[in-house]
């Protein structure tokens, strides 16, 4: 079975400077998808970032991005430029390709982003 | 269009009351996904439904029943409301085929709280 660790149950950043999320999971697939997720205090569930485990090329989209580490289990998330709109919980989130396994989370990283 | 919805957003139930909470997708998804989340927790699969007129158990199924007769709808059954049953509920779907698969929506959420 699929596990995901979040070790950094919360974080604080300043505004305007950049944090990285930490994110390991443990699989025997070779080919899966990971997935950041964003929930802020209004408890909608938001994709942030997806990276299929394909593809060497680290996932970008815009401030966000994620340093793949395959190799290591690794899918960390860097967020730059920070915003207090970032304040949130973070979830990193496993998912195999095809096949009815859903997606595993992990418990989240409470990201708070200080004026 | 509307993407995942969720009603009803708050409800509070006496202890071995029964309700459902409902699930409505505009997307032509053909998966969809029930979850819990307990305070300061992820998110942990209660149920899903790989298509109409098929539902499978996921991690915690144990006190709720499903059923999928279309593939826009997904009921979420509670037959005799718990106090381990408070959580915050979410509704999910994507689109997965043999060889890909999509990223998961997500509805806003139901907060239920059983006292």
């Known amino acids: 079975a699929q596990t995901v660790t979040q070790s950094q149950p919360e974080m604080s950043v300043q505004e305007a400077e950049t944090v990285t999320l930490s994110c390991t999971y443990d699989?025997?697939?070779?080919?899966?998808?990971l997935f950041w997720y964003k929930q802020p205090p209004s408890r909608q569930m938001i994709l942030v970032i997806r990276?299929?485990?394909?593809?060497?090329q680290n996932a970008t989209e815009n401030r966000f991005s994620v340093n793949f580490q395959k190799a290591a289990k690794s899918f960390s998330l860097k967020i730059s430029d920070s915003q207090l709109g970032d304040t949130a919980m973070y979830f990193c989130?496993?998912?195999?390709?095809?096949?009815?396994?859903?997606?595993?989370f992990g418990k989240g990283t409470r990201l708070s982003v200080i004026a | 269009n509307a993407g995942v919805t969720q009603t009803p957003k708050f409800r509070i139930l006496k202890i071995g009351q029964s309700m459902t909470l409902q699930c409505t997708q505009d997307?032509?998804?053909?998966?969809m996904y029930w979850y819990r989340q307990d305070p300061g927790m992820g998110l942990k699969l209660i149920y899903y439904?790989?298509?109409?007129?098929?539902?499978d158990k996921g991690e915690v199924p144990n006190g709720y029943n499903v059923s999928r007769s279309t593939t826009e709808d997904f009921p979420l059954r509670l037959e005799l409301a718990a106090p381990s049953q408070t959580s915050v509920y979410f509704c999910?779907?994507?689109?997965?085929?043999?060889?890909?698969?999509?990223?998961?929506?997500f509805g806003p959420g139901t907060r239920l709280t059983v006292t």
């Open positions: 990276q299929e485990a394909y593809k060497q």
């Open positions: 997307m032509n998804h053909n998966y």
């Open positions: 999910a779907s994507s689109l997965r085929r043999t060889t890909f698969s999509y990223e998961q929506y």
């Open positions: 439904s790989v298509g109409a007129g098929i539902t």
């Open positions: 989130a496993f998912m195999k390709p095809s096949g009815n396994t859903p997606l595993v």
């Open positions: 699989t025997s697939e070779s080919n899966y998808y």
